[in-house]
């Protein structure tokens, strides 16, 4: 009778530390999953996955991506660039933008 008792206590333990490392290598999996989308994504664009590269704009910081022209402001830039100037940093921008498409589209 006592060798029941015994093996249902061992059954439970076994129990408790199965489900405690099942636990654990969850919590790893999902860790080592989150890492992983990070070191792949970092200074990717996130809409076409293309490496973006760090530029300046009116002494702003900016990062840009080749591939599908997304631009990305830190978090304080957007503030900055509006109180620059006000529209024309807005106007330069996309005149830059289209004499760039224009000297693309000739195959310069
Ligand atoms: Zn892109």
Redesign the pocket.
């Known amino acids: 009778m006592a060798d029941i008792w015994k093996e249902r206590e061992r059954a439970l333990e076994n129990e408790y530390i199965y489900r405690r490392e099942r636990e654990l290598i969850q919590k790893m999996r999902k860790e080592t999953k989150e890492r992983l989308i990070r070191e792949l994504c970092r200074n990717r664009?996130p809409?076409?996955?293309?490496e973006i590269q760090a530029m300046t704009f009116r002494g702003v910081p900016l990062d840009k991506?080749p591939?599908?022209g997304?631009v990305w402001l830190g978090p304080r830039d957007l503030q900055i660039l509006s109180e620059k100037d006000h529209r024309t940093w807005f106007e330069k921008w996309f005149k830059d933008e289209e004499a760039a498409e224009t000297s693309r589209a000739a195959g310069e």
């Open positions: 664009c809409k076409c996955g293309e991506c591939g599908c997304g």
